[in-house]
């Protein structure tokens, strides 16, 4: 077989796991800096008279000491800016340097208590579950013509933590060494990861199925890989095309959405390589019952 990569499953394993370690010890040890959503802060929604730009608004906040705020452009040249907890004195002064660009209308405050923060990282955690829960049922029912349909769920699911576990590790390195917070737009990308990464495993997924289906072959090792083969060149173009487009969007949008770019481009290239190599061999493991070679001193051993 010329692409035998179901028959390397536990190399990529292998890859899988001390990726997975790495990123755990990386959490572990590093943490993450929390963004004015997920601890306090204050949002000020500011109207100015004159068209000003982006980058004007954006200086003026830097130079006055609040460089890891967030600006973002409403519209009609209404900007929003999030800073960290800011007193009367310290928005009086904020918005006096704002003034010397185009004289503002009135101007809305809005404080981020610890109580919201907390509030939002319960949401936060609850949408990337449900987001989880949703993706097992619907590739369970979708493949529910197949024998054990629940296990091209559970594998998908696998595939993502691996996915999620591996954004955040490389964050976790990246808020640490660039001083990069998490904030809504973080978790925006962790989603959008999910939605990414279960794309192309049910396009693989479906071509087993197929496969399977028309009795491609009885063993089901060669089916899936064979399945891999026909739809590796499709999984490859769509994630180098995406992959261009993301970080077009990293280079010339701004920094705002930067935790989103990068995030979606780490899972991205994360959910490229199990869809290929994780997902698919996670099945035919599951259908030989080789759980026990997971034990690292097997792994060296010849796949069934």
Request: charged share 15%.
């Amino acid at each position: 077989m010329k692409f035998d990569i179901i028959g390397k499953r536990y190399r990529y394993f292998l890859i899988s796991a001390l990726l997975v370690v790495a990123s755990i010890v990386a959490m572990s040890t590093l943490g993450f800096k929390k963004g004015i959503e997920f601890s306090s802060g204050t949002v000020l929604t500011v109207p100015f008279e004159n068209a000003v730009t982006y980058d004007q608004v954006r200086q003026v906040v830097t130079d006055e000491g609040y460089g890891t705020g967030i600006v973002q452009e409403a519209g009609n040249n209404e900007f929003v800016i999030r800073t960290t907890e800011l007193t009367d004195a310290e928005e009086t002064t904020l918005v006096q340097a704002l003034q010397q660009l185009s004289p503002t209308g009135d101007i809305s405050k809005a404080d981020v208590n610890p109580k919201t923060a907390s509030e939002t990282v319960r949401q936060s955690i609850i949408a990337i579950l449900a987001a989880s829960i949703g993706i097992l049922l619907y590739i369970a029912w979708a493949f529910r013509r197949m024998p054990h349909p629940f296990r091209y769920g559970a594998c998908a699911i696998a595939a993502l933590v691996h996915d999620i576990v591996v954004a955040l590790g490389v964050y976790s390195i990246l808020g640490a060494i660039l001083n990069w917070e998490i904030n809504l737009m973080f978790i925006t990308g962790l989603l959008a990861i999910l939605g990414y990464s279960v794309n192309n495993m049910v396009v693989i997924f479906d071509r087993v199925r197929e496969n399977t289906l028309r009795g491609l072959h009885p063993d089901f090792t060669v089916t899936v890989n064979g399945s891999l083969v026909e739809t590796l060149g499709r999984s490859m173009n769509t994630t180098l095309t995406t992959v261009l487009t993301v970080l077009a969007v990293l280079l010339f949008v701004g920094s705002d959405i930067r935790n989103f770019a990068v995030v979606l481009l780490t899972g991205i290239i994360a959910g490229t390589y199990d869809s290929i190599f994780v997902a698919p061999a996670l099945l035919v493991v599951w259908d030989k019952g080789e759980w026990s070679r997971f034990l690292p001193w097997k792994w060296g051993a010849k796949a069934a």
